[in-house]
């Protein structure tokens, strides 16, 4: 695949992550976290049910792919909203933001453990730039504090924060492993069949609670536009966003793609500005500059032509 169309569908993936993040509000505020993410599983793999046949062409799966796509789903979908919705629960926004800003040198980092990807000085200006970028839009946002009292409320506030900043490390962890073991599953299986596996294993994982929550909830109650809300959501967060990262990753190196996850926040900015009439400060403009500066960095060619250690398939 062309380079460039494989930067696009990077792009293109965590463009509509953040877009479908900033618009997804009002469905948390209408089903329960759990039930939400088993309608999204349960649609998305009704969408997905002829991209789950095995091509003539492909392998059979060996025990370690099938190892792969299970932790793929763990990591990548299940523990990982786990532990953002809980994270951000018990911390301030500001300490999530600036905490999920490391996710493109967790990338960067792990790819290099653990498929032995050589990173050039310019990913890794590229990675800077993403971090501080984020990190300053983060940093950057009008928050109120909280008040609580003094003595107990207050070291019993403090406890729960330090819990939320470990549970979104944890996140970060996650989205890195994410992306790094779907490196791996792109050398062996196609981004369709690893798009409608890993969406199966997530919807087996989150079933028990998504019937526990959707046995007392009245279904009656959710409006007709956040049912075809929850449509979107579901194709956008199980589909589309899922099948363009991993056709991006077959090309690009996973440190590299690392670096279009600040395409998230500011997706969603762009959304809340342009749809939920927000607006930027002189900061955050700057700041986004930066991130995207990063971007273009990642982007270009370099002197001759550049050869970064691909990973190997699966054994």
Same mark, same amino acid.
């Given at each position: 695949?062309?380079?460039?169309?494989?930067?696009?569908?990077?792009?293109?993936?965590?463009?509509?992550?953040?877009?479908?993040?900033?618009?997804?509000?009002?469905?948390?505020?209408?089903?329960?976290?759990?039930?939400?993410?088993?309608?999204?599983?349960?649609?998305?793999?009704?969408?997905?049910?002829?991209?789950?046949?095995?091509?003539?062409?492909?392998?059979?799966?060996?025990?370690?792919?099938?190892?792969?796509?299970?932790?793929?789903?763990?990591?990548?979908?299940?523990?990982?909203?786990?532990?953002?919705?809980?994270?951000?629960?018990?911390?301030?926004?500001v300490a999530a933001g600036v905490i999920?800003?490391?996710?493109?040198?967790?990338?960067?980092?792990?790819?290099?453990?653990?498929?032995?990807?050589?990173?050039?000085?310019?990913?890794?200006?590229?990675?800077?730039?993403?971090?501080?970028?984020?990190?300053?839009?983060?940093l950057s946002k009008n928050e109120l504090?909280?008040?609580?009292?003094?003595?107990?409320?207050?070291?019993?506030?403090?406890?729960?924060?330090?819990?939320?900043?470990?549970?979104?490390?944890?996140?970060? /962890?996650?989205?890195? %492993?994410? @992306? =790094?073991?779907?490196?791996? !599953?792109?050398?062996? *299986?196609? +981004?369709?069949? $690893?798009? #409608?596996?890993?969406?199966?294993?997530?919807?087996?994982?989150?079933?028990?609670?998504?019937?526990?929550?959707?046995?007392?909830?009245?279904?009656?109650?959710?409006?007709?536009?956040?049912?075809?809300?929850?449509?979107?959501?579901?194709?956008?967060?199980?589909?589309?966003?899922?099948?363009?990262?991993?056709?991006?990753?077959?090309?690009?190196?996973?440190?590299?793609?690392?670096?279009?996850?600040?395409? /998230?926040?500011?997706? %969603?900015? @762009? =959304?809340?500005?342009?749809? !939920?009439?927000?607006? *930027?400060? +002189?900061?955050? $403009?700057? #700041?986004?500059?930066?991130?995207?500066?990063?971007?273009?960095?990642?982007?270009?060619?370099?002197?001759?032509?550049?050869?970064?250690?691909?990973?190997?398939?699966?054994?």
């Open positions: 695949m062309n380079r460039i169309v494989a930067y696009a569908c990077l792009a293109l993936s965590m463009s509509l992550v953040g877009s479908y993040v900033a618009l997804s509000k009002p469905l948390v505020a209408a089903l329960p976290v759990f039930l939400l993410a088993w309608l999204r599983f349960g649609i998305g793999g009704a969408a997905m049910l002829h991209w789950l046949k095995k091509p003539a062409e492909e392998a059979p799966m060996s025990r370690q792919t099938g190892q792969l796509l299970f932790l793929e789903s763990f990591l990548g979908n299940f523990l990982f909203s786990i532990c953002m919705l809980f994270g951000v629960s018990m911390t301030s926004a999920m800003a490391s996710i493109p040198a967790a990338v960067a980092l792990m790819s290099w453990m653990f498929l032995r990807e050589r990173i050039g000085l310019r990913v890794w200006g590229a990675v800077a730039c993403a971090v501080i970028g984020i990190g300053l839009v983060s504090p909280a008040h609580v009292a003094t003595g107990l409320e207050a070291d019993l506030a403090s406890k729960k924060a330090w819990l939320g900043n470990l549970l979104l490390v944890g996140a970060v /962890l996650c989205e890195a %492993a994410y @992306a =790094v073991i779907g490196k791996k !599953l792109t050398g062996v *299986l196609s +981004p369709k069949r $690893i798009t #409608a596996l890993i969406n199966l294993w997530g919807f087996a994982l989150i079933t028990p609670l998504g019937i526990w929550m959707a046995w007392s909830f009245d279904f009656s109650r959710v409006a007709p536009s956040s049912w075809m809300l929850l449509l979107f959501y579901s194709l956008a967060a199980s589909v589309w966003t899922v099948w363009l990262w991993m056709t991006g990753l077959k090309t690009i190196p996973a440190n590299q793609a690392g670096v279009f996850t600040v395409m /998230l926040p500011v997706s %969603a900015a @762009a =959304v809340g500005v342009i749809v !939920l009439g927000e607006t *930027l400060n +002189p900061t955050q $403009i700057g #700041a986004f500059g930066i991130a995207l500066a990063g971007v273009v960095l990642a982007t270009l060619p370099g002197r001759g032509r550049e050869t970064p250690a691909q990973a190997g398939p699966p054994h």
